[in-house]
Each structure stands twice: as C-alpha cells, then as structure tokens.
T-cell receptor
Framework: NAGVTQTPKFQVLKTGQSMTLQCAQD?????MYWYRQDPGMGLRLIYY???????DKGEVPNGYNVSRLNKREFSLRLESAAPSQTSVYFC??????????????FGPGTRLTVL | EDQVTQSPEALRLQEGESSSLNCSYT??????LFWYRQDPGKGPEFLFT???AGEEKEKERLKATLTKKESFLHITAPKPEDSATYLC??????????FGQGTTLQVKP
C-alpha cells in the first residue's frame, strides 16, 4: 500500500495564478483532510471530508475550495493564489490500517511558494 | 474552544539524557490525544493515541502519559535518531484534530 500520496511535491506560483493540489489514499478510508503547516502555527485544518460526497470547512478555509472526487481522491484548489498561502500543505486520511484502532495518516506534503 | 499548547518549543539533549515533552490541552469531550513524530521535509507519523486519564503507552524509548489536563512524552536515554519535531493533537466533540505547535528535539551524540 502506498498510503497517502500527494502531487506535486513542490510548486511556485505567481500571485493570482490558480492550481490544484492532488491527494489520493489507498486504505479505503472514509475521512480525508487538508491541512496547512506554517512556522510557529502548527497544523491548521483547511477542509475535510467525512465521507464521499461531503465536504466541510475547517479552521482556515478562505481562499480554498475542495472536491471529494471519489472515496480515494480529495483535491484542494487555490483559485487566485496569494503570498499568504505560501505554506506546506498536507493531506491526511483517518481510519484503520492494520491495527485495532483508528489513526490519521499523512501524505508527504506539498511545498507551495506564492510570489 | 479546543486548544493545545506544547512546551518547550525546542529542546536540546545529549545522547542518553532523559527528558519529557509537555502537551497541555483544553477540549470539550476528549475523544483522543495523539502524539506524532515529524522529520524535516516529511509528513507527521503517528506514534500514540491515549483516550483516558491514567493511560500510558510505550514504544522503544518513548512513553506517553495522560492526565485530565496534559500529556507527557517521556524520552528515556535518547539517541540522535530521535531528533525530530514531536506534535500533540486532541480530538473532541467537534471530531476535528487540533494540533499544538510542536516541540523540536535535537539529540547530540
């Protein structure tokens, strides 16, 4: 199993450009999440999806949109990038994976710079 | 409002020098407290889940404990490979994970 995968790993955008961050998981988990991580701020939840077909706002949703394409895939879109969106973005899923309890699994991250 | 505070922000230890990391929390209806390890340039990696006060879990040189207000991650005789950022998070009635800012641990040989 690959776990949680994210593409791209790195991206540089100019202010006003748009892009979509892709995320996929192969653990058959219902719940998926998008976080951003900034120095001194910890991980902050942007959006989450409790199940296929549903999405909800997290702590910092402004400037972002998401799509839960199917059970495996959850994408994050920046419609008009701003320098304040420079960050490391992590996708995660929640569920079982060989153990008797639920846990959250994270992808490797996307490092985004907006100039 | 659910909140998590970790201390210290950074910790430098000599190899073999045991210490503890603190995670203080306030949450409405604790449904779990989680510890993660994060290496530079990588995503967080799950370490432990604690569900109730008094619970303890161990893994190699790490031991996590939980009270009603805080959790400790005890590191016994650390090695340089234990150097990483350790993240604490809580899950309450909202169902969402709230993370602390992390403690960056450096273990020198």
């Amino acid at each position: 199993n690959a776990g949680v995968t994210q593409t791209p790993k790195f991206q540089v955008l100019k202010t006003g450009q748009s892009m979509t961050l892709q995320c996929a998981q192969d653990m058959n988990h219902n719940s998926m999440y998008w976080y951003r991580q900034d120095p001194g701020m910890g991980l902050r939840l942007i959006y989450y999806s409790a199940s296929e077909g549903t999405t909800d706002k997290g702590e910092v949703p402004n400037g972002y949109n998401v799509s839960r394409l199917n059970k495996r895939e959850f994408s994050l879109r920046l419609e008009s990038a701003a320098p304040s969106q420079t960050s490391v973005y992590f996708c995660a899923s929640w569920g079982l994976a060989g153990r008797s309890y639920n846990e959250q699994f994270f992808g490797p991250g996307t490092r985004l710079t907006v100039l | 409002e659910d909140q998590v505070t970790q201390s210290p922000e950074a910790l430098r230890l000599q190899e073999g020098e045991s210490s503890s990391l603190n995670c203080s929390y306030t949450v409405s209806g604790l449904r779990g407290l989680f510890w993660y390890r994060q290496d530079p340039g990588k995503g967080p990696e799950f370490l432990f889940t604690l569900y109730s006060a008094g619970e303890e879990k161990e893994k190699e040189r790490l031991k996590a404990t939980l009270t009603k207000k805080e959790s400790f991650l005890h590191i016994t005789a650390p090695k340089p490979e234990d150097s990483a950022t350790y993240l604490c998070a809580v899950k309450g009635n909202t169902g969402k994970l709230i993370f602390g800012q992390g403690t960056t641990l450096q273990v020198k040989p």
